[in-house]
């Protein structure tokens, strides 16, 4: 009798995780692509999650995608961890690979920069500083990956304080931290603004800092893609700026995972886009 191959199993591991778009963008890319595999979201919770980990390979899964709350214990349950996942503090991408050990990588600083080249291909990060508000998980991912493109000098404010100096800590001296009564003044001559927290989703507070420092050469990203158009995005584009929406990090950080699964470098498109808007 001949053995068939096996279809290689991923997911999305959060909890709770119905929200996540990753198994519409993954399957919309196998589909594509006519490639035999499934992608699942899996909703597993912090207790389970080292023994959840350890079975699925035996189960067919090649790999994983990891979301909110789980991102950070991840390197501890990994075998091997990438340097910018150590960065980070965190990881998105899980491989298990062939010789039993768990790969651990974080592709978000990757989507965020190749969000911002595909939307705004003038962008020249070298040129001058940038913005960022907000200093968590997402925060970290941002702001290491701006140090990597060149940002001469990176400002950061957050509600807490010492959340950004800790990021400051590990990440380095680039990094000058303002209190947060003062958002609004690291938005002057800022080439790169950049909204890496929740304020401005749905559900959440509204974005309420200041934007009179915001130069109309400035490149504004929001991170919120739930609405597309947020407020802060909204009042940027109004003063003249170019404006990118969150949902294309999303996207993009999806791609080098999606390779490392299934095999084939996908495209990101609008077709993608608007099979995962729905």
Not at 18 to 30: G, K, N, T
Not at 84 to 104: V, Y
Not at 163 to 185: H, P
Request: aromatic fraction near 6%; proline fraction near 6%.
């Amino acid at each position: 009798m001949t053995e068939l191959p096996r279809i290689p199993l991923a997911g999305v591991i959060g909890s709770p995780v119905a929200h996540s778009r990753s198994p519409v963008l993954h399957q919309h890319w196998l589909k594509r692509y006519g490639l035999a595999g499934h992608f699942i979201p899996m909703d597993i919770a912090h207790a389970d999650l080292a023994e959840a980990i350890r079975l699925l390979p035996r189960l067919g899964f090649v790999g994983v995608n990891v979301t909110i709350p789980h991102k950070e214990l991840m390197l501890s349950l990994a075998d091997l961890v990438t340097d910018r996942a150590a960065l980070i503090g965190a990881a998105n991408t899980l491989i298990f690979r062939q010789d039993g050990k768990i790969h651990a990588d974080n592709t978000d600083g990757y989507g965020f920069i190749e969000n911002l080249r595909q939307n705004a291909p003038h962008w020249a990060p070298t040129s001058g500083p940038a913005a960022v508000i907000g200093a968590g998980g997402a925060a970290r991912a941002v702001v290491a990956s701006l140090i990597e493109a060149g940002v001469p000098e990176i400002r950061l404010t957050n509600r807490s304080r010492s959340r950004a100096d800790a990021l400051r800590s590990d990440l380095g001296n680039k990094i000058t931290v303002y209190e947060w009564v003062q958002a609004g003044n690291i938005l002057e001559d800022a080439v790169t603004v950049v909204n890496t927290t929740s304020l401005g989703m749905v559900g959440k507070p509204e974005f309420r800092v200041p934007l009179d420092g915001l130069s109309p050469n400035a490149v504004v990203n929001d991170l919120v893609y739930t609405p597309l158009e947020t407020g802060f995005l909204r009042q940027a584009a109004a003063m003249g700026c170019t404006t990118v929406d969150g949902l294309g990090m999303l996207l993009h950080q999806a791609a080098p995972a999606f390779e490392r699964f299934f095999g084939v470098r996908p495209e990101v498109d609008e077709d993608l886009r608007q099979a995962v808007l729905g």
